[in-house]
Structure formats: structure tokens, C-alpha cells
């Protein structure tokens, strides 16, 4: 019967066969299409196989890998190497249930969760690790405080709280919540603590405001990378990037002593001075959030990011328009800017005009209509000022109250001023401005037309462009002069001479004039850039003044911005330009040259020179002051012989030289030397006639 029954089952065979093979290949079509979920999900590679939730489904797929991404991966490229087909497919869907269950919980409901999981013995346990850890949302408790509220003792609740945390350091459970707030916080820091809690509720990542110092914990314990520190200033809570926690002090403090030094400072300037100290990136956001929350400093222009200390007892932006508001009854904003920028301590820097009527609006003792600042009640010059400076303005108030430089210098002499004196508080003083070249007067005094101009001392203008002027001062260094326009300001750039192309290219160290770094000046062809930072730290404006003075040996640049005044100081310090200098060594050429002053391109030619040759002969001496060079040459003539003369030369020049060029046929050699001044000087000429060489 057995053989009977055996094959009247023999027809049926196949159908069970077949029919139980379309049902594993359909069920091995759902199980790629699952593996498939699974590698779109984003953080797939973070579901370990010791996942304390999640791991007992990736175990029941039977395929190797060290998580759900890996063994997806592997099921797709050979979906026939499962043996268990449907508990295979049974684990991924409910795989895919549980992270969709953690994917939508609330931050602090899932590591409640996970907790529950790590501590399934005892849920009080994992109440005190998550009151300890601060995965409440509650920021954490000390070990006294979680003791105290379970009734148990200190070293109790630290047993606890480390079986836990070491079982999650073992598994690095898949924490996608937690992953989503980090990766916020690092985006929003520099912040308030309290400002990026609300962020995380508005997102929906947290139920509540969870606090940063419970986020930072939990993020530790599961060997997650923490984004941010946490450093308590000034009684409140700020949120930095990694490495700049020590920076929060250091901030507060360059800001106190910069508002000492300079009145006020800006957000631009602090960060980069405490970059340069602490030797890290500080950047603008997190100085302003400084600023916000420190008592001790108060903002003038937060758009801007312009602030100062009140409580910094002394403050030389404050004396100095004490001054000017002694000597001057009221004054406009725009000449009280450039009276306080005189000072020689303040280096030209002046805060913006906006700035400095906001600085006058917070003290009570000034009176700020429109743009006039008044002194309420009026200041007595007399007490302010010292000798000198009451002296000059004793001077200007009985005879002025606007005076030619001669007239003023010789009445202050007459009084017991030193001359060297005199001229520098000339320079610097805030309570003398300077109305003209060669006419000074109090600050924001007037006078009748044509008063001014004819005061003035005769010579010729400069030209009105932004590059003012330029030169070489005794010492070897170059220097340029502008007067900076809206597109300078804006932009940092500046432009350079041509014929100063070949001693000045490349990268150099900028500087303020008190040898403070503040970026690198690059100049290529005709342009040099970088000095945006310059004016973004001194608040330059469109009509300052710049003068930068580069020193070629040592690849620095330092920087002056003040008023018209510079361009003088540069002309008493020998700093007149090689056009001026060529002028001024005309008479050191041989007797018989003249001196051609309408022909700019000989800057000497004359005849009958003192040489071996006929009488008839030319010699011709060519100043190229853009080029630093001279070029001597004899004509003849003789058509016959009008060829290049043979010259010896005996010449000084100063400036840094070309490398030399070889005199090509029919045009005068070219002489250029390389020493250490700008100074030309022709001192002697020995011509050789060519037809009796």
C-alpha cells in the first residue's frame, strides 16, 4: 500500500514543486525590494549588529556584515545565498517598523527608550541614569541631587550611572535624533545656549528647550563628536565651536582694552586680534554674541559692529573731543572726526561718523542736534588743555581765529614754544585743525571768503586724484599717498604707478602704525588689494587719507589714514617725491647744461658740454623719474659722425635699480645702479667724441 500510495503521489510532485517555487521567487523580489529601504535610508551604516534595540532583527537575517547597510547590500547582489527566505523577509519589515518608531520620536522620548532597553531589569535605573545624564532634557543632575530624589547614596548612583554608560559606549546605539540635534547645534554655534534649545523645540527634534549641557553628556557617552563647548560668561551660557571656549575671556578683555586705547572698537577688529593671540579662528558671530551678553560693553552700531565699555575708566576717544569741545563752541560731526583722529596716539583712526554721534548721544555731558555736538554745560579749555595746547589755542582765539602756518609758528615762539614742539603739536593736537596746506585754526571755526585762500601758500596742486602722490624716503623705503574714493573704501583696492612696477610686487605684511598686524597687502601690475580689513578695523570713509610706506628689504607695508595734514608730514621728513628730488639736484650738473622744465621728457639737455669734442656737440641728460634712471647721450652736428657717444659716468642713485639694459645702437646708454637711497645725482660728465675714439 505504501508503493501504491507513492505512486498516486507521483503526478501531484510537480505542481507542489512549482507552486512552492513562484512563492519564493516572489518572496525573494519583496525581500530585495526591502534591503532596498533599507540602503535609502541616510544613516543605515549607522544601525549596528549590536544595536541594543535594533540588532536581534539584523542577526535573524542570517547574511554576514557589520551593519544594516553592509547586509542589504549583500542581499541584493545575491538574493539566492539567503537560505531562510521568509524569516529573512519577516526581520526586514520588522526592522523597518522599529526605525520608523525611532524615527519619529522626540529626542528625550528616545533615549528614554533606549534606556529602557539597556536597563529592561530595573526601570528605576534607568530613570537615575537618564535624571544623571541629562537625557530628560533637564541638562543633568549631580550625583547628591539624583541620590537625594531615589533615596539612595552618591556612590550608589555612580555604579549605576557607569554600567549604564559603559554598555551604550560598548554598542553606539542608533540614535537618529540625537544626530539631527548635533549636526543643528553645529550650524548655529556661535550662540546663547538658551537661543539654540528653542531652535531645537521649534524644529520638533525635542519636546521641550532640552538643554545643551545633557546634549553634550549624551553625545559623549554614545561616542558621538560633541560640535560645540559650553563656557559660562558673565553668568550666562554660550554656545562655541570646539576649541574656543578659552577664547570668551580673552574676548571680553582685548575688547575693554582696545575701548581704552582707541574710545571704541569694532567686532571685526576684536576677532581678529584675539585669532591672532589665541591662535584660533574667531570669527565676527561669535564676538557679537560676546558683546550681547556682556554687561561690561554696550553696543554704539550693532549693524555695523560698533560697540565700547562704559565702565572703562579712561578713555582717549572721550578726552580727546573733550578738547575739541573746549576750544569750540559746537562743532560738526565730520570735523570733530578728523579732530580727534589728529592725536598721534590714536594712528589716524577714527570711528565713523554715525558711530561717533552715537558715542556722543550716550554721554549725558554732550548735546547731539543733527549733526552738531555741543558741550552741555561748556567745557573750560583752560583747565583741559596743557601748556602747549593752551597756547596755540590762546594764540588762535586772540588772533585768529584762523592763521597762516608762519604767523602762528612765530607768535607761539615768541611765547616759549619750542619749535620742534610746535610743529608736533601741529601735527597731532585734536584742538588745531587744519583748514588749507599752511593755514590752521580751532576747530570748527569759519571765516568770511576768500579769508582761507588767500592764506594759503603759492605752489602748484595737487592733482585730485585718488593717488595723491608718491616718493622715496631717506631710509629706502617707497611710499604712496591717496585720498580714498567710495569704490577704495568698498573695495580695497588702490592703484600703483607704472613706473613702480618693477620695485614694488608681490605679498607684503600690513601694518598699522603702531606695528599692528592686520592682513597682507598683494600687489600684481598697476593694482595692490587686501586693505579691506584696514578699513573695516579704523572705519575709514570715502576723503581720508592714506599713505602707505613699504619697506622692500623686510616685506612690510605700514599704513597711515588721517587727514590732508600726512602729505606734509611726508614733505618734512624728506619724503618729496623723484620728480621733486631730479629738480632740486639741477645745479648739480656741469656748467653749460640747461635745465628744460617744459619739456617732460628731457628733463636736461644742453650744449657746448665740457669734452674732448667740437664745440658743435650736444650732450643730453635724460631723467626718467618713472623708471629711476638716467640717460646720458652726445648728438653731433656732423651728420658724418651722429652717433651714440661713449660716456663715463660718475652717478649716485639711491633707489632700487633694474637689472641693467644694454644700450641699443643710436640711442643713449642707459646707466642704472642699485644702491640704498632715492637720490639722483649727476656729478660729473666726460664725453668722448666717437670719431676720435
Known amino acids: 500500500m505504501l508503493s501504491d500510495l507513492a505512486v498516486a503521489e507521483t503526478p501531484y510532485m510537480p505542481l507542489l514543486s512549482a507552486s512552492r517555487s513562484a512563492e519564493t521567487d516572489a518572496d525573494r523580489q519583496a525581500l530585495v525590494a526591502e534591503c532596498r529601504h533599507l ?28 551593519n544594516a547597510l553592509e547586509m542589504a547590500e549583500q542581499i541584493i547582489a545575491a538574493p539566492f545565498s539567503v537560505r531562510h527566505v521568509q524569516r529573512c523577509l519577516s526581520a526586514l519589515r520588522e ?37 544623571y545624564l541629562g537625557c530628560d532634557g533637564a541638562g543633568g543632575l549631580t550625583l547628591e541631587q ?61 519636546g521641550g528647550a532640552f538643554r545643551l549641557e545633557g546634549l553634550r553628556e549624551t553625545a559623549t557617552i554614545l561616542g558621538r563628536e560633541c560640535p560645540f563647548v559650553l563656557p559660562h560668561f558673565d553668568g550666562n ?68 559692529g560698533w560697540f565700547w565699555a562704559p565702565a572703562v575708566s579712561r578713555n582717549r576717544l572721550i578726552n580727546q573731543i573733550d578738547k575739541v569741545l573746549s576750544v569750540a563752541e559746537q562743532i560738526h560731526v565730520s570735523e570733530l572726526r578728523v579732530a580727534v583722529g589728529r ?38 579749555w583752560r583747565e583741559l588743555l596743557a601748556d602747549v595746547e593752551r597756547t596755540l589755542t590762546a594764540v588762535l582765539k586772540e588772533e585768529g581765529p584762523i592763521m597762516g602756518k608762519g604767523q602762528l609758528e612765530r607768535r607761539c615762539l615768541e611765547l616759549g614754544v619750542n ?46 586724484r585718488v593717488l595723491q602722490d608718491f616718493g622715496w624716503l ?24 607704472v613706473g613702480m612696477r618693477q620695485f614694488v610686487d608681490g605679498s607684503f605684511v600690513l601694518k598699522t602704525a603702531d606695528s599692528t598686524r592686520v592682513g597682507t597687502f598683494v600687489v600684481s601690475t598697476n593694482s595692490g588689494w587686501g586693505l579691506g580689513p584696514l578699513f573695516r578695523r579704523c572705519g575709514a570713509e570715502a576723503g581720508d587719507y592714506l599713505v602707505l610706506v613699504i619697506d622692500l628689504k623686510l616685506r612690510e607695508v605700514e599704513a597711515r589714514l588721517g587727514d ?87 652717478e649716485q642713485a639711491t633707489e632700487p635699480m633694474a637689472q641693467e639694459h644694454r644700450p641699443k645702437q643710436h640711442e643713449p646708454p642707459v646707466v642704472d645702479r642699485q644702491d640704498e637711497a632715492p637720490e639722483i645725482r649727476v656729478e660729473s660728465v666726460v664725453v668722448r667724441h666717437p670719431a676720435k675714439l
Open 146 to 206: 539624583v541620590g537625594r530624589h531615589f533615596g539612595l547614596t552618591r556612590e550608589r548612583v555612580r555604579q549605576i550611572c557607569k554600567r549604564v554608560g559603559d554598555r551604550l559606549k560598548e554598542r553606539r546605539p542608533f540614535v537618529p535624533a540625537l544626530d539631527v540635534a548635533l549636526e543643528l547645534v553645529a550650524k548655529q554655534v556661535p550662540a546663547p545656549a538658551a537661543e539654540i534649545e528653542r531652535e531645537l523645540k521649534d524644529a520638533g527634534i525635542a
Open 237 to 304: 551660557r554660550l554656545a562655541l565651536p570646539p576649541g574656543a571656549g578659552g577664547a570668551t575671556q580673552l574676548v571680553a578683555a582685548v575688547a575693554r582694552r582696545s575701548t581704552a586705547h582707541w574710545g571704541l572698537t569694532s567686532v571685526a577688529d576684536i576677532a581678529a586680534r584675539v585669532s591672532e593671540l589665541a591662535e584660533t579662528n574667531v570669527d565676527e558671530a561669535m564676538v557679537r554674541h560676546i558683546v550681547d551678553i556682556d554687561r561690561t560693553l554696550e553696543w554704539l552700531d550693532r549693524d555695523g
Open 95 to 131: 526592522l523597518r517598523q522599529q526605525i520608523a518608531v525611532i524615527l519619529a520620536a522626540k529626542l528625550e522620548d528616545d533615549l528614554r527608550a533606549l534606556l529602557a532597553v539597556i536597563e529592561r531589569n530595573s526601570a528605576r535605573n534607568a530613570e537615575i541614569a537618564a535624571q
Open 343 to 380: 592725536h598721534h596716539r590714536m594712528n589716524g583712526f577714527a570711528p565713523p561718523r554715525r558711530v561717533l554721534l552715537e558715542l556722543c548721544r550716550h554721554l549725558p555731558r554732550y548735546r547731539v542736534v543733527g549733526d552738531t555736538i555741543t558741550a552741555d554745560p561748556p567745557l573750560d
Open 564 to 650: 590732508e595734514g600726512l602729505l606734509d608730514q611726508l614733505d618734512r621728513d624728506d619724503g618729496t617725491t623723484l620728480e621733486t628730488r631730479l629738480e632740486e639736484r639741477a645745479n648739480d650738473l656741469p656748467d653749460g647744461i640747461v635745465r628744460r622744465a617744459q619739456d617732460p621728457r628731457p628733463l636736461w639737455s644742453g650744449g657746448n658740454a665740457d669734452h674732448s669734442g667740437t664745440t658743435d656737440d650736444q650732450v643730453h641728460v635724460h631723467a626718467e623719474p618713472s623708471r629711476a634712471r638716467v640717460r646720458i647721450g652726445l648728438s653731433s652736428t656732423d651728420t658724418s659722425t651722429s652717433q651714440v657717444a661713449q660716456t663715463d659716468v660718475t
Open 419 to 464: 619749535r620742534s614742539t610746535f610743529w608736533a603739536y601741529l601735527d597731532y593736537s585734536p584742538v588745531v585743525a587744519r583748514f588749507s596746506r599752511g593755514v590752521y585754526g580751532i576747530p570748527g571755526a569759519t571765516a568770511p571768503p576768500g579769508v582761507i585762500e588767500s592764506l594759503v601758500p603759492k605752489r602748484s596742486q595737487r592733482p585730485t
Open 39 to 66: 540602503v535609502e535610508l541616510r544613516k543605515a551604516h549607522m544601525i549596528r549588529r549590536n544595536d541594543p534595540r535594533l540588532g536581534v532583527f539584523l542577526q535573524k537575517l542570517g547574511v554576514s556584515g557589520r
Open 474 to 497: 631717506p631710509d629706502g623705503r617707497v611710499w604712496f599717498a591717496y585720498k580714498l574714493s567710495e569704490g577704495s573704501v568698498g573695495n580695497g583696492v588702490v592703484t600703483l604707478p
